[in-house]
């Protein structure tokens, strides 16, 4: 597309998405919806000797998964589509240098991905496109009969959330959120901490996603600020629960033993891009045309229905260091991280008033059997420490031998939902608001998430 048509594109679909979400914060009645399908937690589906995959968006977040596929035995690539020419030619170069079979490509319009789904030489699509486009495309790809891997947010609203469930029920699809921090080294390894029980019974845990991320702002043209900007000027709220979050909810049983009930979500002033707006660009820039709404800071907190508490907090805007936070307390100890440390009453050092930070020892005896097997070669092809090819690995893998994946659709929708729900209680002075039962119940018998061989 031109690029006056891009941003006009852009524009609208943001306007669009964020009144959307809006809107659709309203509708966070914990009242499950009549099914039209059975459930698909643990859903198996047919071995598949290769699994054909089509790309869809291939821009920062994309171009990555050309290169993590085209490196795993039993994936191909046999489609790719963006509407921005420029980012096709790079993931055309990028396929080129595997010297495998050339993929089709689809640029002509935003429509354009529902030719690649039309494709029978499809299984999954892959999903990385503009938050507002998740809902729709995941949708259409079950539709089409393929299986769904989407980036995160899953969606934005809690009826498109819901939508997304209905639809991997009734088409007996997959569609997975890929939440890549669930294959770090650090939160593998808490995971197996946690399965062998080392700190007791779990009472806490503590997410985030701080990251200054201000310097997309000057992202004008494409590029993830291009539009993810636009939300900071519409929602109030946690804007990207999902990364920090997810760990957590894995290391909880979430949907397999228990499950959020309600949250309540507070906001700080919102300062910090409106000074950098008009620091960094000229008083009539489109920048300093916006209202920047959401508070720098967010922070919410989620209660579940076997009574654990949950801190998520939200900061793309304030000068401070990286952090995911990734703590979980039991009543045997506690480990965070960032940096890592952990402390035991029994266990360990055995002095729980002072953190142990050496963490050589917790390698060796705790590391995930995934990221034994996997970890060298993950870490040897990249993508934020190795957990983006190790995501893409154990994704093939489970397709191709017929197991379960290890997020699923209710697992997607519970962690997205943590957006709209945190923007409406802020909007109702903290209120708390209850998270739909996505799983219609099978939350209480679900088995917990393995710890695989």
């Known amino acids: ?123 999954i699509a892959v999903i990385c496109t503009p938050w507002q486009w998740h809902h729709p495309m995941a949708k259409d790809a079950m539709l089409a009969g393929k ?48 399965r062998q029980g080392l700190f007791g019974d779990l009472l806490h845990g503590e997410a985030a996603y701080i990251h200054e991320l201000r310097w997309q702002m000057k992202e004008i043209e ?86 654990r508490s949950i801190m998520v907090q939200h900061d793309t805007t304030t000068p401070r260091p990286y952090s995911r936070h990734n703590l979980i307390q039991g009543t045997n100890g506690v480990f965070a991280g960032f940096p890592n440390r952990i402390a035991l009453e029994n266990g360990g050092s055995g002095n729980f008033h002072e953190w142990d930070y050496e963490m050589t020892s917790w390698y060796q005896k705790y590391d995930h059997p995934l990221w034994i097997r996997m970890g060298k070669e993950a870490e040897r092809n990249g993508g934020h420490g190795g957990m983006d090819f190790l995501m893409c690995w154990r994704m093939i893998y489970c397709l191709r031998n017929g197991e379960p994946l290890d997020q699923d659709v209710y697992d997607g929708a519970a962690w997205s939902a943590v957006m709209p729900l945190s923007v409406a209680s802020v909007a109702d002075r903290s209120n708390s608001k209850d998270f739909p039962d996505f799983t219609r119940g099978i939350w209480k018998t679900g088995k917990p998430l393995a710890i695989v061989d």
């Open 222 to 307: 494409r590029k993830t600020g291009s539009w993810r900007t636009a939300y900071h000027s519409k929602m109030n709220g946690n804007l990207y629960p999902t990364h920090g979050l997810g760990p957590i909810a894995q290391y909880m049983n979430i949907n397999r033993g228990d499950r959020f009930d309600y949250l309540t979500s507070t906001s700080s002033p919102a300062i910090g891009r409106n000074a950098y707006a008009k620091r960094e660009f000229p008083a009539d820039h489109s920048r300093n045309q916006m209202n920047y709404i959401c508070g720098d800071m967010n922070t919410s907190l989620i209660k579940t229905k076997l009574g």
């Open 147 to 194: 299986h769904a891997f989407v980036e995160v947010p899953m969606a934005t609203t809690i009826e498109h959330l819901w939508n997304l469930v209905d639809t991997a029920e009734k088409t007996q699809k997959n569609c997975m959120m890929m939440e890549n921090v669930c294959y770090g080294r650090d939160e593998l390894m808490a995971l197996n901490m946690v």
């Open 1 to 123: 597309m031109s690029n006056f048509d891009r941003r006009a594109f852009i524009k609208g679909s943001i306007a669009t998405a964020a009144a959307t979400a809006l809107g659709g914060c309203a509708s966070s009645s914990a009242i499950a919806p009549k099914p039209l399908g059975k459930s698909v937690m643990g859903l198996v589906t047919p071995k598949m000797d290769e699994v054909r995959i089509g790309l869809i968006g291939v821009g920062e977040r994309g171009i990555g998964f050309v290169h993590h596929f085209n490196r795993i035995d039993g994936a191909k690539i046999t489609a790719i589509c963006d509407i921005d020419k420029l980012v096709l030619e790079r993931a055309k170069a990028a396929s080129e240098q595997y010297g495998r079979d050339t993929p089709q490509y689809f640029s002509d319009n935003s429509q354009s991905y529902r030719d690649l789904l039309a494709l029978d030489n499809v299984d």
